[in-house]
């Protein structure tokens, strides 16, 4: 069964540094998404991204996060200047269309120092 | 603003014995439902949603969830609880208003543990 992938599984870093985290979605789907879980909170909707372009995004993605598609496969979020509250785990999801269930990847667990 | 509650930070049951976790949500229009688990070290795994239809889905692992929208409910039920079943269970809702609304808010999660 397809699969969202998501490298580095851990990434530590110090703080003011730019992390780049990586996520496959699943091949045939067209809608992308990041997701974030603070230890102890909720999982909060950061942007979603079709056709290129982001389509949605909350309050939290502000102009230190970016997210890009750099080839056919891969969907990665850019955090610039990274911060110690930034410390989360971060999800990748993606749907076969806007409707549909967001699969979701094992998670990137960001370590802000 | 669309929200979800899940009011049990964690529910114990005895294996055998069927199992309800709760979730109510707020949503301006009409939702989008779903329930997801979460495993120790593991991503978010799809359970279940509610689009439309027939108010009981059922869904993966034998679970299932009925939707009741004058409760604004949609809990999360199986009737025998098993041990591997013991995990992180989070509800999930969508306004289905809006072309470019896709976000899921989710609640803050239930703990299952079900004892042999």
């Known amino acids: 069964e397809p699969e969202v992938t998501q490298t580095p599984s851990h990434q530590v870093t110090q703080m003011g540094q730019e992390v780049i985290l990586r996520c496959v979605p699943i091949s045939n789907h067209l809608y992308f998404y990041w997701y974030r879980q603070i230890l102890g909170q909720k999982v909060e909707f950061l942007v979603s991204f079709y056709n290129n372009e982001i389509s949605e995004k909350s309050e939290i993605f502000d102009d230190q996060f970016s997210v890009e598609r750099p080839d056919g496969s891969n969907f990665t979020l850019k955090i610039r200047s990274t911060k110690l509250e930034d410390s989360a785990m971060y999800f990748c999801?993606?749907?076969?269309?806007?409707?549909?269930?967001?699969?979701f990847g094992p998670g990137t667990r960001l370590l802000v120092l | 603003a669309q929200s979800v509650a899940q009011p049990e930070d964690q529910v114990n049951v005895a294996e055998g014995n069927p199992l309800t976790v709760k979730c109510t949500y707020s949503?301006?229009?009409?939702?989008?439902l779903f329930w997801y688990v979460q495993y120790p070290n593991r991503g978010l795994q799809f359970l279940l949603k509610?689009?439309?239809?027939?108010?009981l889905v059922k869904g993966s692992y034998g679970f299932e969830a009925e939707f009741n929208k004058s409760q604004t409910s949609f809990h999360l039920k199986k009737p025998s609880a098993l041990v591997s079943d013991s995990a992180l269970y989070f509800c999930?809702?969508?306004?289905?208003?809006?072309?470019?609304?896709?976000?899921?808010?989710f609640g803050s999660g239930t703990r299952l543990q079900v004892q042999p």
């Open positions: 949503v301006s229009g009409n939702p989008y």
């Open positions: 999930a809702v969508r306004d289905i208003r809006g072309t470019g609304r896709r976000a899921l808010t």
């Open positions: 509610y689009i439309t239809g027939d108010n």
């Open positions: 999801a993606s749907s076969p269309r806007s409707a549909e269930t967001q699969y």
